[in-house]
């Protein structure tokens, strides 16, 4: 075994040393890794780096500047500090200083491992006895290739991780086994999450107000130093996903709002999984500075990365390298490189040196070698990539495990445990009905600008309820006219519930927007919900005053205003109801697709058996009569809307014989002959909305953010898939 780890070594080393030949370098001055402050003219590379002084940075940004300006002090080791004096600083308004004002926290983790149950019997080993550590106004970084761990790592250190994994070691925070309370962190998700219909500024005080106590001029300052913290100040006006023809802001924009989402709360640490996820280089870079800016307040920065430019990386102060779980590596910058070079790998000077950690210690290389085995290029074969990973990734963790970086790490574990810190103590929460409120109001503003899924649906009710009404006017109110008329109100009642799928994506929306703050613990499900119903209320009753209105006097109903207005409450309820039911079949599914199947499924089947194709007293007894036409709330709001239309009538038939409306309406639908049985039928959709409601509420508690049963069935368990 040692000698095929020797061989692939020195085949490799050969390559690398091709690679890196005079004949094959450009001129140095137009090639860079990192530059030492006040060196800017000077380039130099990784394999000839002089010995620099353990520093560490204070940054600050002065009156009319347009750099960062290094001051060193001897606090910490940081190697990747030492570039942050060669690149530009983004815009800052005119006399903006940054200092440090945020106390980080230390974070240490000892012999760190992470168990997720997958799909097989077996728990799978993700994370395998990882070490290390997080220092205030630092930058850790855990790279690694897809499915290397990392984001599992880095979910176990701040608290996150599934209900399908069991975490063992210890993680201390200030030197103490303890958990980060609320409002101490900020955890920002590979995924974004954000209200496109909200400029920068409104979204980012609606958080403030929705997580934070105290004054609402206390948060405005907040929101504006989150602003300039991550260099939105360009932005903060603008509409985050644009409106109508207006474009909406690019990814590394939202990926830098999704941050400051995260730091209103002021945290101690900051952990981000992926921060360059889809972006290019020169956004990529602009995050990094903006990160690197922010490190310098004395917040703790932990995140996690796939792979980098030169530039980004030599902005980097600390490196955990993964692969399959296992440690690789783990300490400052230039260390990394120097720890590949001595394991017989070193870093060609024209390649990344991101760029060749990952081919080191990638598998999915062993693919493209067994592609290309039989092929050549120009100068031969394809040497640069004929190294066996796994003999790499065997011959790393072997280095490391025995290098002086590893027993270095051990020793600051030592020193930063062997003492408690000061605890880190919650921020306190808004209250509850300060959340409501806000939650409220910001769902109306929503809702006003949303006009896709909101203004254009009361569009559609309008103009589909014109439709009915032209197609059933002028019935007059002859005995004949009841049968048509019935058929006129199930369809205005079945088709305009149909409609209301349309709004499907906006409640995904709205559930997306619960689930990513619910994670951070900034909103709760009643909260939610409560917010959610009153916010719905205005836009809701609006439909159902404007397409009532219009049905009502097309048909030729009875021109009394208390039966008008029964009509109104009937439909807004029927509407209401309804709601309820999309939160819950979205909440159960949470995904466009299948919600909506779902919803046209169950909508036909409430309308087969909602009693006007057959009276319901006529329906099979099972499954049609019980339970399915009792569930159905469309029958309810029809037989109230038939029993306020036709109780209290009469029909003549013939010239001495009148029928009441009850018996007119006996052939064509089933109705009660109680007056009071159309009020009944009012509280029945009342308590159906309310029911719905609840169990939305069950559904959120239990179900958002974790991984859905039936989600399941049609999608592959990603709980080990997404541990990369």
Request: glycine share 6%; aromatic share 12%; proline share 5%.
């Given at each position: 075994m040692m000698e095929e780890i020797q061989s692939q070594s020195d085949n490799y080393r050969s390559s690398s040393s091709s690679a890196s030949?005079?004949?094959?370098?450009?001129?140095?001055s137009n090639f860079f890794y990192l530059r030492k402050p006040g060196s800017l003219r000077q380039p130099i590379s990784f394999e000839d780096s002089p010995e620099w002084e353990d520093t560490d940075v204070d940054v600050r940004v002065e009156d009319g500047g347009d750099s960062i300006n290094v001051a060193t002090t001897p606090v910490s080791p940081s190697l990747s500090k030492l570039n942050s004096g060669s690149l530009p600083s983004p815009p800052l308004p005119d006399g903006a200083t940054l200092v440090r004002k945020t106390a980080g926290a230390s974070i240490v983790w000892k012999d760190l491992t992470v168990t997720i149950k997958g799909k097989r019997k077996y728990s799978e080993r993700v994370v395998k006895s990882s070490n290390g550590y997080a220092l205030p106004?630092?930058?850790?970084?855990?790279?690694?290739?897809?499915?290397?761990?990392?984001?599992?790592?880095?979910?176990?250190?701040?608290?996150?991780?599934?209900?399908?994994?069991?975490?063992y070691g210890e993680v201390f925070i200030n030197g103490a086994k303890s958990s980060m309370p609320y409002g101490s962190y900020g955890f920002v998700k590979r995924e974004i999450n954000l209200i496109g219909s909200l400029t920068v500024r409104e979204f980012l005080y609606y958080s403030a107000l929705l997580h934070?106590?105290?004054?609402?001029?206390?948060?405005?300052?907040?929101?504006?130093?989150?602003?300039?913290?991550?260099?939105l100040g360009d932005y903060a006006d603008r509409l985050i996903g644009g409106h109508c023809y207006m474009k909406g802001l690019p990814n590394g924009e939202r990926r830098r709002i999704s941050i400051a989402r995260e730091l209103v709360m002021r945290p101690h640490v900051l952990f981000i999984d992926e921060p360059l996820y889809h972006l290019d280089s020169v956004s990529a870079l602009l995050m990094m500075v903006t990160l690197k800016k922010l490190a310098s307040t004395g917040c703790t920065l932990i995140f996690t990365i796939y792979q980098s430019s030169t530039e980004v990386f030599g902005l980097f102060d600390r490196i955990c390298l993964l692969s399959n779980g296992n440690t690789l590596f783990f300490g400052e910058t230039l260390?990394?490189?120097?720890?590949?070079?001595?394991?017989?790998?070193?870093?060609?000077?024209?390649?990344?040196?991101?760029?060749?950690?990952?081919?080191?210690?990638?598998?999915?290389?062993?693919?493209?070698?067994?592609?290309?085995?039989?092929?050549?290029?120009?100068?031969?074969?394809?040497?640069?990539?004929?190294?066996d990973t796994a003999v790499a990734i065997r011959t790393l963790e072997a280095t490391y495990r025995s290098s002086a970086d590893a027993a270095a790490v051990e020793n600051m574990i030592l020193r930063l445990t062997e003492k408690e810190g000061p605890l880190l103590k919650s921020k306190g929460k808004a209250g509850s009905a300060t959340r409501i409120a806000v939650l409220t109001?910001?769902?109306?503003?929503?809702?006003?600008r949303e006009w896709k899924y909101y203004w254009l649906r009361l569009i559609l009710y309008i103009i589909f309820t014109l439709c009915v009404g032209t197609t059933f006017s002028g019935l007059g109110h002859s005995l004949s006219s009841v049968v048509t008329r019935v058929a006129a109100i199930f369809v205005f009642v079945s088709f305009t519930a149909v409609l209301s799928i349309a709004g499907v994506p906006a409640i995904m929306k709205e559930v997306k927007i619960y689930a990513s703050e619910e994670s951070n613990q900034h909103l709760g499900a009643l909260v939610f919900l409560v917010g959610q119903l009153l916010s719905s209320i205005p836009f809701l009753f609006l439909i159902?005053?404007?397409?009532?209105?219009?049905?009502?006097?097309?048909?030729?109903?009875?021109?009394?205003?208390?039966?008008?207005?029964?009509?109104?409450?009937?439909?807004?309820?029927c509407l209401l109801v309804n709601e309820g039911l999309m939160l819950v079949v979205v909440s159960l599914w949470q995904d466009v697709y299948w919600s909506t199947l779902t919803l046209v499924s169950v909508q036909v089947i409430m309308i087969l058996s909602a009693g006007y194709f057959r009276i319901r007293n006529a329906l099979p007894k099972p499954v049609w009569t019980y339970p399915i036409s009792y569930i159905a709330f469309q029958t309810y709001s029809i037989q109230g809307l038939l029993e306020n239309e036709y109780l209290g009538t009469s029909f003549a038939v013939g010239q001495v014989r009148t029928i009441s409306g009850y018996q007119a309406l006996r052939s064509a639908y089933d109705t009660s002959m109680d007056s009071n049985s159309k009020w009944e039928n009012l509280l029945v959709l009342f308590l159906m909305a309310i029911g719905y409601r609840i169990l939305v509420f069950v559904l959120l508690y239990f179900r958002v953010g974790k991984?859905?049963?039936?989600?399941?069935i049609f999608k592959c368990h990603r709980d080990t898939n997404n541990a990369r």
């Open positions: 030949s005079p004949a094959s370098r450009v001129p140095s106004g630092t930058i850790t970084v855990i790279m690694g290739p897809a499915k290397s761990g990392k984001s599992t790592l880095l979910r176990a250190l701040a608290g996150r991780l599934p209900h399908s994994a069991n975490m934070l106590p105290g004054f609402f001029c206390q948060k405005k300052s907040v929101v504006e130093d989150a602003i300039h913290a991550m260099s260390s990394c490189l120097q720890h590949f070079s001595n394991a017989g790998f070193p870093c060609p000077i024209m390649q990344s040196p991101s760029d060749h950690f990952l081919r080191a210690i990638n598998t999915d290389f062993d693919r493209i070698i067994a592609m290309c085995k039989n092929w050549q290029d120009d100068n031969g074969d394809f040497s640069s990539v004929n190294m109001w910001r769902s109306l503003l929503i809702m006003s159902s005053i404007s397409s009532s209105l219009v049905f009502y006097f097309l048909i030729g109903l009875r021109d009394e205003f208390s039966l008008l207005m029964y009509f109104v409450l009937n439909f807004f309820m991984k859905e049963f039936l989600y399941k």
